[in-house]
């Protein structure tokens, strides 16, 4: 079983999760910004969203690491791996808290999140779902290297899928 690491890139530490982290999830999983993930949601269905972060690095070796700012230690947002049934393939994801955006730091994460996916898991390949209307995350998609895949298997009908290879 792997443990949950601890990343650090040139201005971040991708960090487990703690019970902290939750308030500014909640707002974001709750409110317009969540549509491209399917929400806005619920509270209680962006608890078990929350929970299940948590849990799929006991069940698959892989979830969600949060980004912070290594010098003042303010919690940007989230990247990572997510595996289980509701995934066909293991998928990177990530979100930026909207005072944060626009400084690199999605990128940066995922960048760091796609070599310990690479040489610490050893996954083959990893795929981002996209909403067609996500145009910053499509583009960061492609920024990372990934190629659009319409034959690969989506948890979401309407999604694009990015295959990082």
């Known amino acids: 079983m792997f443990s949950v690491p601890t990343l650090t890139t040139a201005r971040l530490t991708l960090r487990p999760m703690r019970s902290e982290d939750w308030a500014a999830y909640r707002w974001l999983m ?23 972060d948590h849990a799929q690095w006991d069940l698959f ?3 969600a690491l949060m980004i912070d700012e290594t010098v ?3 919690c940007v947002g989230q990247v990572g791996i997510n595996a289980g049934p509701l995934f066909p393939e293991f998928e990177l994801g990530w979100f930026v808290y ?8 999605a990128r940066e994460a995922a960048e760091a999140m ?42 979401s009908p309407g999604d694009l899928v990015y295959r990082h290879y």
Request: proline letters at 8%; aromatic letters at 10%; charged letters at 20%.
């Open 98 to 105: 909207p005072e944060f955006e626009g400084r690199g730091y």
């Open 114 to 155: 796609l070599s310990w996916a690479k040489e610490v898991r050893q996954l083959p390949s990893l795929v981002s779902y996209v909403d067609p209307a996500n145009a910053r995350s499509a583009g960061l998609a492609l920024r990372l290297g990934a190629e659009l895949d319409p034959k690969a298997e989506r948890p």
């Open 72 to 74: 003042t230690g303010a």
């Open 30 to 52: 709750g409110s317009e910004r969540a549509q491209y993930m399917g929400g806005p949601f619920s509270d209680a269905a962006a608890w078990g969203m929350f929970c299940s």
């Open 61 to 63: 070796g892989c979830s």
